[in-house]
């Protein structure tokens, strides 16, 4: 709009179709169309104001629309953009359109016709606020392949990072699987590197925490209820398929997949989260964080830390729950070892909880084992 309103300026001033085209680079042809819109409308009149944009898009800039080239899926729409609702993928639409209807054309003219016609959803936002010390998000992110130098084995990691809502201070480290057990462990290490609980702990919908997950009535792990009545914290699952619910430790696991794992050499888990701790207590907690402009590290130490729960007298211990069927030969299978139990109770699903020290069958509530 500013070119057409220094066009103007210049056709007021008496010059001709040729000085606006050469001085605003534009054909003499538009300079023409302009000309004779503007005469239509009275905007050549110096004792009139300048149209506003407004105005002078209504006039001009629909007229400088170039007509659009009819897309060959044109004939198929209605049929397309059914199975795009269904949530068929390109590639399978287009071998249907091939096969059934004769279509000739690429993979890429489907994409286009149905960025045009079929656009994705765009869901608002909100920002999330979060007072001190009120909650930390955690997370799984895939990590580096290491080769353990001593004993020479090649094995797949993950990272697990928990990130305080409000200071973004993270607890990050390294390990072999998702399990359970490892859990319960990395929740217990990360209150004791913060030296406090916050006071709801936001997760995904692993099932290592969440058994069954449910927009209102998620089921939880019975072994991770445990843990937090013993440190005293809320679990809070996201929604189901809502990670931006818990937006800063998927921030946060990018971030370290981004900026610690690579160009790094792990020569085994130990010597992996040695350089992991480092990194999070030297270059990720003295940076400037993007969002608060301030270093994460000493917003914790001079704010969030004090405002944490305290950690209790005695770590709990948290045993490992599953459940287990009883076999004919009167025995349950828990991590590949067999536990006996009464015959009486063969075909029953029995509780399994595990610790460090031992095995306990449970029916229910009732010891068994």
């Known amino acids: 709009m500013y070119e057409y309103r220094s066009m103007l300026l210049r056709l007021r001033g008496a010059e001709s179709e040729r000085e606006v085209a050469r001085a605003q680079r534009v054909s003499r042809k538009t300079a023409r169309r302009v000309r004779q819109v503007a005469i239509a409308q009275g905007w050549l009149d110096p004792a009139k104001p300048l149209p506003d944009d407004a105005e002078l898009a209504k006039h001009l800039a629909t007229e400088n629309t170039r007509p659009q080239n009819v897309s060959s899926l044109e004939p198929f729409r209605d049929q397309l953009l059914a199975w795009h609702r269904q949530g068929i993928q390109g590639t399978t639409i287009r071998a249907a359109l091939v096969r059934e209807m004769g279509f000739t054309g690429s993979l890429n003219a489907i994409y286009r016709f149905l960025r045009q ?71 217990r290490h990360a209150f004791e590197f913060w030296n406090g609980v916050p006071a709801k702990i936001r997760i995904d919908n692993p099932k ?81 964080h993007g969002t608060t402009h301030q270093q994460p590290l000493t ?10 729960k305290p950690l209790p ?32 109770l063969i075909g029953q699903d029995l509780w399994a909880e595990s610790t460090p020290q031992m095995v306990r069958l449970y029916r229910e509530h009732e010891l068994v084992g």
């Open 117 to 187: 016609n079929a656009p994705a959803e765009i869901k608002p936002t909100v920002i999330l606020d979060f007072a001190v010390a009120e909650m930390a998000q955690i997370d799984f992110g895939q990590g580096p392949v290491i080769t353990d130098r001593a004993t020479g084995e090649v094995f797949k990691t993950w990272i697990f990072v928990a990130t305080l809502a409000w200071s973004r201070h993270q607890y990050a480290e390294i390990v072999r699987n998702q399990s359970v057990a490892t859990w319960l462990a990395c929740h």
């Open 208 to 288: 290592c925490a969440i058994t069954r997950a449910c927009y209102y009535e998620p089921e939880v792990q019975r072994s991770y209820a445990d843990l937090a009545l013993g440190y005293g914290f809320l679990i809070d699952p996201c929604p189901v398929r809502d990670p931006a619910k818990k937006g800063r430790v998927e921030s946060g696991v990018k971030y370290v997949k981004n900026n610690f794992v690579p160009l790094r050499a792990f020569h085994g888990l130990a010597h992996a989260n040695e350089q992991l701790r480092a990194w999070v207590l030297g270059e990720a907690g003295a940076r400037d």
């Open 299 to 308: 917003m914790f130490t001079t704010t969030e830390q004090a405002m944490l």
């Open 313 to 344: 007298a005695v770590a709990p211990e948290c045993p490992v729950w599953t459940k287990a069927k009883l076999h004919p030969n009167c025995h349950v299978q828990v991590e590949y070892c067999h536990y006996s139990a009464p015959f009486a």
